[in-house]
């Protein structure tokens, strides 16, 4: 796939009320502002609200465990890509380098970006996928930071 890659930043983890239940979403920004929500699960919302306040468990959680593998093995994540967008499910690529060697593994973005977090790996987004998803600030009214949700 040809296109521009852009890089983003995580704006922090939130939840929206979507048909009378809150909904976890993790909000991506590029260099110029645009905002793009990705839809996930619970487990991954704390986990990824965790990585970003640089909480450490007392045990480690699966993407803990996923970077305790990763160092074990010598291995880096060089960077994750959000590269697809269809029927408003969104594909991700993270590129691992291993023993000299490159290759890339097809996961969630919820658990690339997660993992991204912990290990300092860059987040992109193509920018096709990226104009498809924008959102304004009036569409996000409303929402309430995981933080204030779990506090």
């Not at 991506?28 to 699960?41: F, Q, S, T, V, W």
């Not at 590269?83 to 996961?107: P, W």
């Not at 997660?114 to 998803?133: D, F, Y």
Request: charged residues 25%.
């Amino acid at each position: 796939m040809n296109g521009i890659i852009l890089p983003v930043t995580i704006k922090g983890v939130y939840l929206i009320e979507k048909a009378g239940s809150p909904i976890p979403l993790v909000l991506l920004e590029d260099d110029a502002k645009r905002i793009m929500p990705i839809y996930i699960g619970l487990s991954e919302a704390i986990s990824i609200n965790a990585a970003l306040n640089h909480e450490v468990p007392p045990r480690p959680m699966t993407h803990d465990l996923f970077i305790s593998l990763l160092e074990r093995t010598s291995s880096t994540i060089d960077d994750i890509l959000i590269d697809e967008l269809n029927n408003g499910v969104y594909y991700a690529r993270m590129s691992v380098s291993m023993d000299g060697r490159q290759f890339e593994l097809d996961a969630r973005p919820s658990d690339c970006i997660a993992i991204a977090l912990r290990c300092n790996a860059p987040i992109h987004v193509r920018e096709s996928v990226l104009s498809e998803a924008i959102v304004t600030k009036e569409e996000l009214e409303g929402i309430l930071s995981l933080d204030n949700y779990l506090s």
